[in-house]
C-alpha cells in the first residue's frame, strides 16, 4: 500500500510568490518522521525540512516551512517567496521508527515563472 | 557537498558487462542505503546497511549485488543487467535509521545498459 502520497504531478509559481505542496500519509506506527527533500536537475537529492510525529508545532526552515495536521495525516510543504532557483522536483518522505525505512511519494515537479 | 559522493556520475553497459558503482560518505553515519529511481516512479529502496550488517533487501533481483566493507563505503555491483534496470541510482547515508534522523544523499548514478 502506497504510505506517501503526492497527488501533485507538476506545479507552476510566480516568482516571489508561495506556493504549497502537498503530501499526504499512512502509518499506523505513533512514533515517525516526515521529511521533505529537493532534487534539482543535477540529481541530487537535498534534505529541506523535518517534522517530528511528536512535535507540537510546525517546522520551519527558512523559507521553508512545514504545515503538519497529524490528525489528517497531512505534511504539506509550504515556500514563501519563491525563486527561479526553487523550480526542481520536491519528494514527501517518511521515516516510521518501526523498521526505518525511509519511503518516498511520487514527488512534485515544480516550476517557477519569472 | 553533501558528504556523500557517488562514482560515476553516468554509466552506459552492456547487457553482458559487470560494472560496480561507489558511493562514499564521511559523515560518520552508520546507515547506508541503496536507492532507484526510475523516470515517473517513486524512489525505491533497494538495500539498507546498518553498521555493514545488510537489514534489508528489497526483492532486488540477484543480478545487483552490494557489498559495504566499512561504514564508510557502499558498493553495487551489476550484471548482466536488463534495458529495464536503466535509472538513477542514489546512494544515502544517515547517522542511524530511527525516525527523526534524515539522509543525505549522493548526486547518484545515471545508468544506461543498452
Given at each position: 500500500a502506497q504510505k506517501i502520497t503526492q497527488t501533485q504531478p507538476g506545479m507552476f509559481v510566480q516568482e516571489k510568490e508561495a506556493v504549497t505542496l502537498d503530501c499526504t500519509y499512512d502509518t499506523s506506527d505513533p512514533s515517525y518522521g516526515l521529511f521533505w527533500y529537493k532534487q534539482p536537475s543535477s540529481g541530487e537529492m537535498i534534505f529541506l525540512i523535518y517534522q517530528g510525529s511528536y512535535d507540537q508545532q510546525n517546522a520551519t526552515e527558512g523559507r521553508y516551512s512545514l504545515n503538519f495536521q497529524k490528525a489528517r495525516k497531512s505534511a504539506n510543504l509550504v515556500i514563501s517567496a519563491?525563486?527561479?532557483?526553487?523550480s526542481a522536483m520536491y519528494f514527501c518522505a517518511m521515516r516510521e521508527a518501526r523498521g526505518g525505512k525511509l519511503t518516498f511519494g511520487q514527488g512534485t515537479i515544480l516550476t517557477v515563472h519569472p | 557537498e553533501t558528504g556523500v559522493t557517488q562514482t560515476p556520475r553516468h554509466l552506459v553497459m552492456g547487457m553482458t558487462n559487470k560494472k560496480s558503482l561507489k558511493c562514499e560518505q564521511?559523515?560518520?553515519?552508520?546507515a547506508m542505503y541503496w536507492y532507484k529511481q526510475s523516470a515517473k516512479k517513486p524512489l525505491e529502496l533497494m538495500f539498507v546497511y546498518n553498521f555493514k550488517e545488510?537489514?534489508?533487501?528489497?526483492?532486488?533481483?540477484?543480478r545487483f549485488s552490494p557489498e559495504c566493507p566499512n561504514s564508510s563505503h557502499l558498493f553495487l555491483h551489476l550484471h548482466?543487467?536488463?534495458?529495464?534496470?536503466?535509472a538513477l541510482y542514489l546512494c544515502a547515508s544517515s547517522?542511524?535509521?530511527?525516525?527523526n534522523t534524515e539522509a543525505f544523499f549522493g548526486q547518484g548514478t545515471r545508468l544506461t545498459v543498452v
Amino acid at each position: 500500500a502506497q504510505k506517501i502520497t503526492q497527488t501533485q504531478p507538476g506545479m507552476f509559481v510566480q516568482e516571489k510568490e508561495a506556493v504549497t505542496l502537498d503530501c499526504t500519509y499512512d502509518t499506523s506506527d505513533p512514533s515517525y518522521g516526515l521529511f521533505w527533500y529537493k532534487q534539482p536537475s543535477s540529481g541530487e537529492m537535498i534534505f529541506l525540512i523535518y517534522q517530528g510525529s511528536y512535535d507540537q508545532q510546525n517546522a520551519t526552515e527558512g523559507r521553508y516551512s512545514l504545515n503538519f495536521q497529524k490528525a489528517r495525516k497531512s505534511a504539506n510543504l509550504v515556500i514563501s517567496a519563491s525563486q527561479l532557483g526553487d523550480s526542481a522536483m520536491y519528494f514527501c518522505a517518511m521515516r516510521e521508527a518501526r523498521g526505518g525505512k525511509l519511503t518516498f511519494g511520487q514527488g512534485t515537479i515544480l516550476t517557477v515563472h519569472p | 557537498e553533501t558528504g556523500v559522493t557517488q562514482t560515476p556520475r553516468h554509466l552506459v553497459m552492456g547487457m553482458t558487462n559487470k560494472k560496480s558503482l561507489k558511493c562514499e560518505q564521511h559523515l560518520g553515519h552508520n546507515a547506508m542505503y541503496w536507492y532507484k529511481q526510475s523516470a515517473k516512479k517513486p524512489l525505491e529502496l533497494m538495500f539498507v546497511y546498518n553498521f555493514k550488517e545488510q537489514t534489508e533487501n528489497n526483492s532486488v533481483p540477484s543480478r545487483f549485488s552490494p557489498e559495504c566493507p566499512n561504514s564508510s563505503h557502499l558498493f553495487l555491483h551489476l550484471h548482466t543487467l536488463q534495458p529495464e534496470d536503466s535509472a538513477l541510482y542514489l546512494c544515502a547515508s544517515s547517522r542511524d535509521r530511527v525516525g527523526n534522523t534524515e539522509a543525505f544523499f549522493g548526486q547518484g548514478t545515471r545508468l544506461t545498459v543498452v
